[in-house]
């Protein structure tokens, strides 16, 4: 006896997918609490409160993002395991290098935007080792995770297809390459630099079709850069 169906009745509606995945959400909120504490410091500083108050909350930030990642650690598959050969251990280490002395020498008032008295850890002219030690651990350890997770894992697949997890880095197009470049480039003071960074950093993912690629490679640029910030006292470029 086959079912009944009423004419006039409308169809089931087909089921609405959400605009973004959990997998896509997973890469997105870390990155976008670390620019809600710029935003909140950038606030702070204009409602009058010093940039040596200011300095404690990094740590706060950082702290942040760690915990969002520690919260998605399962949704990030492409890291639970290193799997990088010696090989590509030297070429990201290298590519980490290269960015690195990039990053100090393209500094040419066309090649930034605008300008930052960085992140200076001094107390009454004494170096305050705390914040320093914070600073790099957050810069070479937390932050090379939570940017790549975003501008590489997801972006630069996401621009190529919605579906983004199914796309192979090494499958990557033109546009969905150039695009996210040229935005780490400007998220940064020094955009001439941060789009070699950008640049660099994406081909190691899709040479390597490995996200620990790039995240080694940025955390040595972050982490060098810090112990060069700190030996020369360059504070801006923090």
Same mark, same amino acid.
């Given at each position: 006896?086959?079912?009944?169906?009423?004419?006039?009745?409308?169809?089931?509606?087909?089921?609405?997918?959400?605009? %973004?995945?959990?997998?896509?959400?997973?890469?997105?909120?870390?990155?976008?609490?670390?620019?809600?504490?710029?935003?909140?410091?950038? %606030? #702070?500083?204009?409602?009058?409160?010093?940039?040596a108050e $200011?300095?404690?909350?990094?740590?706060?930030?950082?702290?942040?993002?760690?915990?969002?990642?520690?919260?998605?650690?399962?949704?990030?598959?492409?890291?639970?395991?290193?799997?990088?050969?010696?090989?590509?251990? %030297?070429?990201?280490?290298?590519?980490?290098?290269?960015?690195?002395? $990039?990053?100090?020498?393209?500094?040419?008032?066309?090649?930034?935007?605008?300008?930052?008295?960085?992140?200076?850890?001094?107390?009454?002219?004494?170096?305050?080792?705390?914040?320093?030690?914070?600073?790099?651990?957050?810069?070479?350890?937390?932050?090379?995770?939570?940017?790549?997770?975003?501008?590489?894992?997801? $972006?630069?697949?996401?621009?190529?297809?919605? =579906?983004?997890?199914?796309? =192979?880095?090494?499958?990557?197009?033109?546009?969905?390459?150039?695009?996210?470049?040229? #935005?780490?480039?400007?998220?940064?003071?020094?955009? #001439?630099?941060?789009?070699?960074?950008?640049?660099?950093?994406? #081909?190691?993912?899709?040479r390597h079709?490995?996200?620990?690629?790039?995240?080694?490679?940025?955390?040595?640029?972050?982490? $060098?850069?810090?112990?060069?910030?700190?030996?020369?006292?360059?504070?801006?470029?923090?």
């Amino acid at each position: 006896m086959s079912e009944y169906r009423d004419p006039h009745r409308s169809p089931p509606a087909a089921a609405v997918e959400p605009f %973004l995945s959990r997998a896509a959400w997973a890469r997105i909120l870390p990155f976008g609490a670390y620019i809600f504490f710029i935003i909140v410091g950038d %606030l #702070l500083e204009r409602a009058g409160i010093g940039r040596a108050e $200011l300095r404690w909350l990094y740590p706060v930030q950082v702290g942040a993002v760690l915990a969002l990642l520690a919260a998605f650690w399962r949704d990030y598959e492409e890291l639970h395991r290193f799997s990088l050969s010696l090989r590509q251990v %030297l070429v990201a280490i290298v590519a980490g290098i290269v960015v690195l002395v $990039l990053w100090v020498n393209l500094v040419a008032p066309w090649m930034t935007i605008g300008s930052s008295p960085g992140y200076d850890p001094r107390t009454n002219g004494e170096i305050d080792w705390l914040l320093v030690a914070i600073r790099i651990a957050g810069a070479a350890l937390i932050v090379p995770v939570m940017e790549e997770l975003f501008w590489r894992s997801f $972006l630069m697949r996401w621009v190529e297809r919605s =579906d983004f997890m199914s796309v =192979d880095p090494a499958r990557i197009g033109f546009k969905a390459f150039v695009i996210p470049c040229v #935005l780490f480039g400007f998220e940064h003071t020094l955009w #001439l630099a941060g789009i070699a960074a950008g640049v660099a950093y994406g #081909l190691l993912y899709m040479r390597h079709r490995k996200l620990w690629s790039p995240i080694l490679a940025h955390a040595i640029t972050n982490g $060098l850069l810090g112990i060069w910030v700190v030996h020369t006292g360059g504070w801006q470029f923090w």
